[in-house]
């Protein structure tokens, strides 16, 4: 018994393939609603998104330092910080805030090189809420000795 295909918005829209990002317009007033919004959108800049530590004793906290600006028209909202390890922390409260148009975040990111050997790399992932790029990738690079 084969599965009848079903339009890609609607496996879109049930998670099978994805997530469904926005509808397309349905008359032209949505679509210049959709300008509109994104004319007045938070929006991402970040200068560097990887930062390399050097070489690093083994068993020390270290801090890197991600400058998280916003260019838009409203309010920048960081809705999630994942870190793939427990060896990366990053407080929650600097994300408590929205960064205000013009504005930019300091994001402290310590990494605990206890029981860490070797090239180190790895990811921290942030949600936001910029439509132009709803995940940000910050990467930290460190050579423990």
Known sequence: MGIAAAPASFLLETGKLGYHI???PTSGSDKQTTNEQRDKAPELSVP????KLGEVAAGKVVEAVFQI???GQS???IRKVAVPTSAITVDPAQTKNPILPGKTLQLKVKLNTT????NYVNRITLVTNAPA???LFLELQAMVK
Request: no cysteine.
């Open 22 to 24: 926005s509808r397309p």
């Open 48 to 51: 560097h998104t990887v930062v």
């Open 69 to 71: 600006g916003n260019t």
């Open 75 to 77: 309010p920048l909202v």
């Open 115 to 118: 029981g860490l050997n070797g």
């Open 133 to 135: 790029q709803t995940m």
